[in-house]
């Protein structure tokens, strides 16, 4: 006799008999596993909500003088002190940076030199006060093979030991350091973690060191809290996924010459442009009177909240990254550079580029009345 076929779907367009009998079984075999996954998409994403406050008292818009600030502690040198010069732009200020020997903070704890210094700038107004710490590009994490540490020593222009060193147990003992010896920074809501030598991502070495410092990032936040913003410098734009890895990220570090020049490419890349742009810093050394106002206006024209400018160079020579012939950071810049500053920060710079072209013309002016006499 021949088997007659069920329809599997009734005259309404449903399914039954043995047609909802076979879905009903598929569904049942996946359930566990696609219920299993979609909590661990809502988790991560909950994680990502979770650990980064909405602005760490920052606003979207608003420029703030963020000094790279590696000078060591001078509050006692009274008028003479680099840092005095720092700190007197007030509540202009955003970051400042506490960077004792770079990033040692295991020897000497805590060290009141910083400590003092710490309070200093939160007296005079500075938003968050980031402790540095080095992390050598990632070179010792689980990922980085070798060659990958070869390439970062080479770099650097230093020692293998002065790479190894820096491991991930190295990096969260520092962390734990500075939170625990200054607390007084963290409960008054003002510290900050500063990670230098972050890798940005783009070639396939570096792709593979993401997750390292995504991880880091979640590590970190454990031990100083969510309402601590982490702030990474790979000194150049990154792929959007190390957006991850931080609350702040330094995205230019050089000089204004090759900032202004139109054949740099992706300064600020498009895959920034969701982003506040307090989240983003950038490092520019070497400006000169006749530069610096164009150097401010590109600034504005990327929306970039956070910015050091300073007159002062970075060079090599026969030194190496860690001990530079020449250092941008270890003195505070020019006067002119700190007018400018100002004007920047307060919105001011278009009256002060005015004023300063009407200056001009009152010079020829008088110049051309004494001719005439």
Known sequence: MAKVRVPAL???????????????????A???????????????????????QPDFGFINGQRYYSPITYTWPDYYNGPNSQWAKFLQFGNSLGIV???????????????????????????????????????RHGAN?????????????????????AV?????????????????????????????????????????????????????????KKIVGNNVPVIINPGSNTRREMMDACDIVCTWESNAQKYLDPTTPNIHPDHYKDFPSWRFWHIIHGVTPQNIEAVFHKLDSLNIGQAYIT?????????SEDHPAENPYDKAPST???DEVRAWTQGLLPYLT????????????????????
């Open 30 to 52: 996946n359930l566990p596993s696609l219920k299993t996954s979609l909590e661990q998409s809502l988790e991560e994403r909950a994680a990502r909500i979770e650990t980064r």
């Open 10 to 28: 009734d005259t309404t367009g449903n399914l039954t008999g043995d047609g909802l009998a076979a879905v009903q079984k598929v569904v049942d």
């Open 164 to 220: 190894t060193r820096f491991t991930e147990k190295f990096i969260l003992d520092s962390v734990t350091a500075v939170y625990q010896d200054y607390s007084e920074v963290f409960t008054r809501g003002r510290g900050a973690i500063f990670l230098d030598e972050v890798p940005n991502g783009w070639d396939e070495q570096q792709q593979k060191i993401m997750p390292f410092y995504q991880q880091l990032y979640t590590k970190i």
């Open 97 to 135: 940076i506490l960077n004792r020997s770079s990033g040692e903070w295991l020897d000497k704890r805590p060290d009141t030199d910083f400590a003092t210094q710490a309070n200093l700038a939160m007296a005079a107004g500075a938003k968050r006060i980031a402790f540095y710490v080095k992390t």
């Open 311 to 319: 007159d002062r160079v970075f060079s090599i020579g026969d030194g």
């Open 336 to 338: 002119f550079v700190e």
């Open 141 to 161: 994490a689980p990922e980085a093979d070798d060659t990958y540490r070869e390439r970062v020593r080479s770099m650097l222009g230093v020692s293998m030991e």
């Open 354 to 373: 005015r004023i300063k072209a009407l200056e001009v013309e009152l010079q020829k002016l008088k110049q051309k009345e004494g001719n005439t006499q």
